[in-house]
């Protein structure tokens, strides 16, 4: 587990091949900051999984913690989708998580299961990955000017593998839930706060003193209390082995001449670099079938 200070990098058995994408921030022992930089896009590739790991461990771990915000330093960008250049291998060859199942959905059970308030920030785009992330956490907050959250996945021939099927139709009601998961369409922070998507959109300039205010405001109050609270609200989550079937059903779906021809089909148009694609995936998406 890496070692926590006032700041670092989360860290890895070969730091000088396998850069840092995470930075963990202790800004007391009671409250902490998990900020993602992974630039220029903050995709999300094996090794971000493995640090999400990381992190997830300490957190279960440690005894005082009571708040962690999830937020970005990658302008423009909360947590964008997989990282398409990597090998799929070094995923899939990953062993399975505590909970059994696959590193990433891992992650995001243990998440919304631990002991400890999760709040995802979400200034720029919450694309695939960031979307699931939202979803894991007991509270999102986002810019109502720069947030948009996407769930893209069909609209390239794929299935979700963080459990937005079986997270969505609780959080915003089952057609909005396949509303946005079949429209493959950008959501921006006002819609996401009208559907429940978010907790709240809050104007751009408000949002930083907003999130701060309120984490600090909860880790000051009792763990226990804390912990048990969230825990009876808990027992309304989906099942863990649906999250699983999403995954199972995401990697099958990456196999498919469909979701090849998607991908392919997107980065002929500039996908997986800095650039228009990237900022308006929704308008892309639809365009590559045109």
Known sequence: MPTLVNENRMTTSNPSTEPAQIRLTRRSPNYWRVTIDNPPINVMGPEMVRQFQEVINDLEADEQVRVVVFDSAVEDYFLNHSDFLAKLEDLTAMPAGPTGLPPWPDFLVRLTR????????????????????????????????????????????????????????????????????????????????????????????????????????????????????????????????????????????????????GIKALMEHGFHKPGDVEKRLGYYVSKIHD
């Open 114 to 261: 631990a002991p400890v308030v999760s709040i995802a920030l979400i200034r720029g785009r919450a694309t695939g990955n960031g979307s699931e992330i939202t979803l894991a956490c007991d509270m999102s907050f986002a810019s109502r000017e720069k947030a948009i959250l996407s769930q893209w996945e069909v609209g390239v021939g794929m299935v979700a593998g963080g459990g937005p099927m079986a997270r969505l139709p609780q959080l915003i009601g089952r057609n909005r839930a396949l509303e946005v998961l079949l429209s493959s369409e950008d959501i921006r922070g006002d819609q996401a706060e009208a559907y429940g998507y978010v907790n709240r959109a809050l104007p751009d300039t408000d949002l930083d003193a907003f999130v701060e205010a309120l984490a600090t405001r909860i880790a000051k109050f009792d763990k226990w209390a804390i912990a048990n609270t969230k825990r009876l609200v808990n027992t309304s989550l989906p099942p863990d082995v649906e999250l699983g079937a999403g995954w199972d059903a995401c990697i099958a779906s990456l196999g498919r001449p469909a979701a090849q021809d």
